[in-house]
């Protein structure tokens, strides 16, 4: 009986078993239905992602050219090395194996491979760039041993000048995460390298290509099995500069050794034609990626190799802002062309006497006489009674103390004083003695070597205060002009009827005739209309002008000045020299404008004469 009853109970128990099992036979195939089915196309990129990779190709930046189409900045293929993150198993164990094979720091190949991190995940993580072939081969030859490892040609900034107009170029350097959080919509990514001064940084857009990329499969460990579609590269635009090679390079040389800036422009067009800062940079050390030793000796050079100093670069102007105070006194009327001061040696104001650089005095002189051999009494004499105001008016008017709107980045404004200005800086007033001193360039008076070449241009081009321009134009690879500069005036100065001829005539005798202080910068073969200035470092004491067998520190020696323009009848450049700590503006700085008008005509090169005078004027 008891088998008998027992017999539904198994029945039971063997049904529901069935129906257990049917139903997690049932939820395998919904499982197997939903991941063949529902979730292939997931499934199927995926294993796509394993076996099939997107390689980026870096799209060469535009080259830039001289006026004349000679090649200042290009492109050249370099070797480098990478890793692809999701091949390799032991981090530590790769580093060091590529250290050894690359002569590298295994210390900075981690911290690359760290900062890697934040890179897209299919991205290569570049460890060392700019890989000679010994090297490279080294890397091939042990490829087996090197899962994840990748070698790429990309192109690689060239500069063939090296230092020379290196501050124009600027350089490039790793895109950061401010600027990648600025650039929305502009397609960077990390890893990017963008420009980061001068003009690889004012024409990012126009020089950055279009990157392009290559489709390859890859085997399981990681390496290259074939290419399956390949996507060029768009280069960047070209870039022509209104440079001269020839006349760069010869303001380069001029200056030498020296610290300083030469800026050579058009006077009838505001186009820059030569612009040199030195000490300068090799802007190829950013390219290939700059140490961190390197970069601590271009920060703590006391010469400031970095820094621009055309554009930023703020020095009295000294002597050579007397055409401004003469064309300001002559519009005024509170003097002539044939306005006659005494000169002894110093002009007395109150209880103080403030002395001309030559000692003994220039005798009566007029305003021909005054720029000729750079009369400090003068100017002293007809800046007090024209008054700082009005000196600050003409000095704005052609183009000093505020900016100018230059291409490149970091354009200091400099300074002209006035009662209010010094009101509102010091709460203090404006002293007499302080417009005697601003008459001749010192004192508050600040001016860049861009606006000392614009405030010349003005003068020699009959008024016109020209913007200046470095980019002549932009074109694409099909020819297209995508941007073209045309002069533009940004004001006009009136110096009223016969003052300019008359400051015109002042500056040819400054540089032709016997005595002139810059006669160093005369040519045969046409007439060059200029002005020296030597600016005080430090203020000096009465006893301490007379240097005769004194060893001045180089830091407290006078910075020379010297600007000009040719041919005078009919001028069609203009030159600016600051030559820091010279001494003299017409013994240092008038040799290198001459040299620069020589490489602009094509003259023969010859040594200067000595210039007039004393070591400064």
Request: hydrophobic share 40%.
């Amino acid at each position: 009986m008891k088998n008998e009853s027992d017999a539904p109970d198994l029945t039971r128990r063997f049904m529901l078993l069935s129906l257990v099992a049917v139903l997690i036979f049932l939820l395998l195939l919904l499982r197997l239905w939903y991941l063949q089915v529902i979730q292939a196309e997931r499934f199927q990129m995926l294993s796509e992602r394993n076996r099939i990779r997107y390689m980026p190709i870096a799209a060469p930046r535009g080259p830039i050219f001289d006026r004349d189409g000679q090649l200042l900045v290009d492109n050249r293929p370099a070797f480098g090395v990478s890793v692809m993150r999701q091949d390799i198993d032991d981090r530590e164990r790769l580093i060091e194996q590529l250290s050894l094979l690359l002569d590298a720091d295994p210390e900075i190949l981690e911290n690359r491979f760290k900062a890697g991190r934040r890179f897209p995940f299919y991205r290569p993580v570049p460890l060392v760039d700019d890989v000679s072939r010994d090297l490279l081969e080294r890397v091939q030859e042990n490829s087996l041993d090197l899962p994840g490892v990748l070698i790429d040609v990309h192109p690689m900034r060239s500069y063939p000048l090296e230092d020379v107009a290196a501050h124009i170029f600027g350089y490039l350097g790793e895109i950061t995460e401010r600027e990648l959080a600025q650039s929305t919509g502009k397609d960077y990514r990390s890893g990017d390298v963008i420009g980061k001064s001068g003009l690889e940084q004012t024409l990012e857009t126009y020089l950055r290509g279009t990157e392009g990329q290559r489709l390859v499969e890859v085997d399981v460990l990681g390496k290259e099995l074939r290419v399956l579609k390949i996507q060029d590269p768009v280069p960047g635009n070209k870039v022509y500069l209104t440079l001269s090679q020839e006349v760069q390079l010869a303001a380069e040389r001029a200056l030498g050794e020296h610290s300083g800036a030469v800026v050579a422009m058009d006077a009838r067009s505001g186009e820059i034609l030569a612009m040199a800062s030195r000490p300068s940079f090799n802007p190829a050390l950013f390219a290939r990626g700059i140490s961190g030793a390197e970069w601590r000796e271009l920060l703590q050079n006391p010469l400031h190799p970095l820094q621009n100093k055309a554009i930023k670069g703020q020095y009295p102007p000294a002597s050579t802002f007397k055409i401004v105070t003469a064309l300001a006194a002559l519009r005024a009327g509170v003097a002539t062309p044939n306005t006659r001061v005494d000169c002894y040696g110093s002009f007395t104001l109150g209880n103080r006497d403030f002395r001309c650089w030559k000692r003994t005095g220039h005798g009566v002189t007029d305003l021909r006489k005054a720029m000729r051999e750079s009369c400090d009494v003068w100017f002293y004499k007809v800046g007090l009674d024209l008054g700082i105001d009005r000196l600050a008016d003409m000095a704005r008017e052609m183009g000093m103390g505020e900016s100018l709107g230059f291409a490149l980045a970091g354009e200091k404004e400099g300074l002209i004083p006035t009662r209010a200005w010094k009101r509102q800086r010091f709460n203090a007033p404006w002293y007499d003695g302080e417009t005697v001193i601003a008459a001749i360039g010192q004192g508050y008076v600040l001016s860049t070597p861009l606006q000392l070449a614009v405030m010349s241009a003005s003068v020699a081009n009959g008024g016109q205060v020209l913007r200046p321009q470095i980019v002549k134009r932009i074109e694409g690879w099909d020819g297209q002009v995508i941007h073209e500069a045309r002069p533009e005036v940004l004001k006009t100065v009136d110096f009223g009827p016969g003052n300019l001829a008359a400051v015109q005539r002042s500056l040819e005798a400054a540089v032709n005739e016997p005595q002139a202080t810059g006669r160093a910068s005369r040519l045969d073969e046409f007439k060059v209309a200029g002005k020296t200035g030597t600016a005080q470092v430090v203020r000096l004491r009465d006893d301490d002008r007379d240097r005769a067998g004194r060893v001045t520190p180089f830091r407290h020696r006078d910075h020379a000045l010297f600007v000009a323009y040719a041919p005078a009848e009919a001028p069609e450049i203009v030159v600016a020299v600051v030559v820091e700590h010279g001494q003299s503006g017409g013994g240092t700085a008038a040799p290198v404008a001459r040299a620069v008008f020589e490489a602009y005509f094509g003259l023969n090169v010859s040594a200067p004469e000595a210039p007039a005078g004393h070591f400064g004027d």
